[in-house]
């Protein structure tokens, strides 16, 4: 059933949508994760301009991060005090990630960014979780009891705050900084920086995993509603029909996700993630070096 988005100008096919927005949805409740990065690529290969798919997916974002947040606080695993902190950050880095999205729009650089970050933040990120993900899996396998590893410049910073759901006593600056970098990454990438957020809180704050999920999702949801009203008002590049599609498709895998979650070890998960990610590096990577979106011909007019 093919329907007409009247912001990308594009028609679609509805199902295609609905069984997206699924798909990003079980991410979502799994791995604690917006699921933008893979959403976003997708959008751009079906033809939704970038723009519009950068702003209508922080939308569709807010749906499946709140789905899962509601499961994840039914089991007790969101530390909101932590995650308040990480919003503070975030909440400044999408206002400034939106000012800079605007700034490259009016210059016609936006398509090029956008694939440029997510070649280069999931290349890097992707590679560093699988490789730590297998180290964790085979002493998981060993009996070798984990190791938490201590960060001795995170320790000494001061602002220090007790977080008693994550076990931590650390200084809030980490976190904060994260939630900066992750709200650029909102509003420059359409994601909800859970790619980030996930690995960050895992290893450089030391957050237990099974207290990373929810937070980090609870933490989404807030800046990327921050973030689709920044780009509603200022570029009008947030496509209703197309968010409504991926939104009802997101809410219900979220609570699937969520519950698939549960049958697999933390170890797992993260390698499962890792290997997510550095699928869609390479297909992004692939269609920059080999598959140009448009095809330019240099000469001059009516020339052969």
Known sequence: MQIYLPIAEVSVNAFLLLGMGGLVGILSGMFGVGGGFLMTPILFFIGIPPAVAVATEANQIVASSFSGVLAHVRRRNVDFKMGTVLLVGGLIGAAFGVVVFNYLKSMGQVDLLVKLCYVVFLGVIGSLM????????????????????????IHGLPFKMRFRVSGLYISVIPPIIVGVFVGILSAIMGVGGGFIMVPAMIYLLGMPTKVVVGTSLFQIIFVTAFTTLLHATTNFTVDIALAVLLLVGGVIGAQIGTRLGTYLKAEQLRILLALLVIVVCAKLALDLLLQPTELFSLGAPGGH
């Open 130 to 153: 699988f490789v730590e993900s297998l180290n964790a899996l085979r002493k998981s396998r060993n009996n070798v009891p984990p190791t938490r590893k201590k960060h001795n410049w």
